[in-house]
């Protein structure tokens, strides 16, 4: 069974067959041409924008596909799912739909915007469990929850039929493209959006180059791609939820390593950058999954100068309490926001002095902690400090030397940084 499956290629027809359907339960969605980022890159970049799909991801093509294939019996004993939200939207607007009984699991981490949504899509057919801190760990007590009670699992990628349903993109886009595309940039979380789209660009636009990009912080198929095996990471960064897993699936795999050009990971802190650029220069609002490949375009300028380009604006299911720690993230990738251990003497007027000799005129206390300690000299405080430019970084250490305020840089060390801030 293994064997078979590591050689599945979803056919044309097949992906055809998906479009039908899913056509009662997921729009078409817009492909429209970006100015701003068609001049920052001298390209013509066009947004294909599932963000402003029905459940404000693509992740209901495949789940409806995969669960309009099952037989009375496997609907009559409902379906299971793990997700970290959007998958999980997908399975629970489809189990409403067709009227069948779902239990999703979803890690503890999920934002509550997420979990909201799909209880609010599954409404009386859906039961949300959280556990478990990844998405990995939900999956194992989703599967363990399948053998128990005779359900169908419904995998978020590793499936042919949640395959076919994503390669619909791959249909659409074609048909809305006025030109002949050169490159299309798609997000990787497990594979099943870049395994279905690849699919179809290789039977009908083989000269396309398909782009996958995925978090710096989960690399899970570049690995796997550069080891030519499906490799599980020990531990990655679950910020960017929707596409974050540990282990992409074996069909997935299989698939991008034959039909995909290059995979590149971006830093989350380009990618928090980027949802910021869209939100305040486009009024587009999306999840940090769905900024990925956007976020890809600065490393590709020179290949793309003069193209056809298509970026998979994947998803939109953003939580408005995590702006905070975006906005840190960006501000900490553009070098733009730093963080000391400042000795203050104990003496009046210190913190003064810190203000008026120490701070450039465009830099800005962002974070302030102090401790006064009467038995020491000097008493720490962690300040955090915005900058104009990432320049001016420099001559604001050496200003806090030479005045001996200087007590340690907190952004080049990682385990204090975690500590402290």
């Given amino acids: 069974m293994k064997d078979t499956q590591k050689i599945y290629i979803p056919s044309l027809d097949a992906v055809k067959a998906a479009a039908q359907t899913i056509a009662e339960v997921a729009d078409p969605t817009p492909l429209g041409l970006s100015r701003r980022l068609s001049r920052e890159t001298e390209a013509q970049v066009w947004l294909k924008r599932e963000d402003l799909q029905r459940v404000r991801s693509y992740k209901i093509r495949g789940a409806f596909n995969k669960i309009s294939s099952l037989n009375e019996e496997q609907l009559s004993k ?249 906005k840190e993230r960006a501000l900490l990738y553009g070098k733009l926001k730093h963080y000391f251990l400042i000795r203050f003497p104990q003496r009046p007027g210190a913190l003064r002095e810190f203000l008026t000799d120490i701070l450039g005129p465009d830099d800005d206390i962002a974070h302030f902690e102090y401790s006064k300690k009467n038995s020491k000299e000097n008493a720490p405080a962690v300040v955090g400090i915005e900058l104009k430019r990432p320049e001016d970084l420099e001559p604001l250490i050496q200003r806090m030397k030479a005045q001996n305020f200087f007590g340690a840089y907190l952004n080049d060390e990682p385990d204090l940084f975690q500590y402290l801030i």
Avoid: W
């Fill in 78 to 326: 409902g379906v299971v799912c793990a997700s970290a939200g959007n998958h999980a939207q997908g399975v629970a607007f489809a189990c409403n739909h067709l009227q069948i009984q779902g239990q999703i699991y979803m890690p503890t981490p999920t934002p509550r915007q997420k979990v909201e949504q799909t209880q609010l899509f599954g409404g009386e057919f859906v039961e949300v469990i959280l556990i478990g801190d990844t998405y990995d760990d939900a999956a194992k007590a989703a599967h363990e929850a399948c053998e128990k009670e005779g359900k169908t699992f419904v995998h978020p990628f590793n499936d042919p039929k949640t395959i076919e349903g994503q390669g619909t993109i791959g249909l659409e886009l074609l048909e809305q493209a006025e030109t002949p595309i050169d490159f299309v940039f798609v997000p990787v979380g497990g594979g099943g959006l870049a395994a279905g789209l690849s699919s179809v660009f290789k039977s009908l636009s083989p000269e396309t180059k398909i782009i996958g990009v995925e978090p710096a912080g989960a690399p899970s198929m570049k690995m796997s791609l550069r080891r030519g095996e499906v490799v599980q990471l020990g531990s990655i960064d679950k910020f960017i939820d929707g596409a974050a897993v540990q282990k992409v699936g074996e069909l997935t795999h299989a698939i991008c390593q034959q039909n995909l050009h290059e995979m590149l990971t971006v830093p989350e802190g380009k990618v928090c950058q980027t949802i910021l650029d869209l939100y305040n220069r486009d009024a587009i609002v999306v999840e940090p999954a769905g900024a990925l490949t956007i976020a890809a375009l600065d490393y590709y300028k020179e290949q793309i100068k003069g193209k056809h380009v298509v970026c998979i604006v994947s998803g939109s299911n953003n939580d408005i309490a995590r702006m905070a720690e975006i």
